[in-house]
């Protein structure tokens, strides 16, 4: 007998010992049980080909269910896609510089399901002098220095601001804001959508949309001079 035979089937012997004192053993390591050729027949191996079964059966399951979490989200992505648009087309309606900031705020509150919508104006603008969600100041004022990281970056922000920085956004409703989405327009100001769930806006979520409407304001603005 070759002696690398009897190695090997000792080795098999072995193995098969270890797992009758290690039934559970399979289910440590699943995809071993995968890579297993059992055959399907009456008797001790049929237990194995049906937990072969189970586990692609689960392993389907999953796929499944992310096919449908990626559908729901290409949904989600088209919807944005058309309310983007529909608001790049109403801000170019506008006829003043007021009536199109009224109707950025009136789609970031529905399209992003913000609590509370607050913009920060460089430039005074006529019209909206009684506006509770709209404040002038300038670009060089003090009060804005804890956001010339963000205004120089020129990228949204989502998440948890610091509290001095809800205080200037959401002035006595501050307290109501624990997460915000935040899009600095350079040259132009802040548009703030503040949410009472501190799970809406998180860092890492998609901004891609929150960035075209941000630039789709600052073109609309240019038209009036600001």
Known sequence: MD????????????????????????QQFPDLALTLVVPRDNGPTASLASYQLDILREKNRE???????LFANAQENERLAVRTHQLTLALLKQDSAADTLRAMAAAMAED????????????AVDG????DWFQH??????????F?????????????????????LYGVRADEVQSSALLALPGVGLVAVGSHDANR????MGTLFLRMMGEALAAALQRFGG
């Open 3 to 26: 002696f690398n035979d009897a190695t090997e089937k000792l080795g098999a012997h072995e193995v098969a010992a270890w797992l009758r004192r290690h039934p559970g053993f399979l």
């Open 63 to 69: 796929l499944t269910k992310r096919l449908h979490e």
């Open 112 to 123: 992003f399901h913000g609590d509370l919508v607050r913009i920060v104006g460089f430039r």
């Open 128 to 131: 909206l002098e009684d506006a």
């Open 137 to 146: 100041i300038a670009a060089d004022s003090p009060r804005l220095a804890g």
């Open 148 to 168: 010339q990281d963000i205004l120089n970056a020129g990228d949204p922000v989502c998440g948890r601001l610091h509290p001095d920085k809800n205080a200037l």
């Open 201 to 204: 806006f998180f860092p890492g």
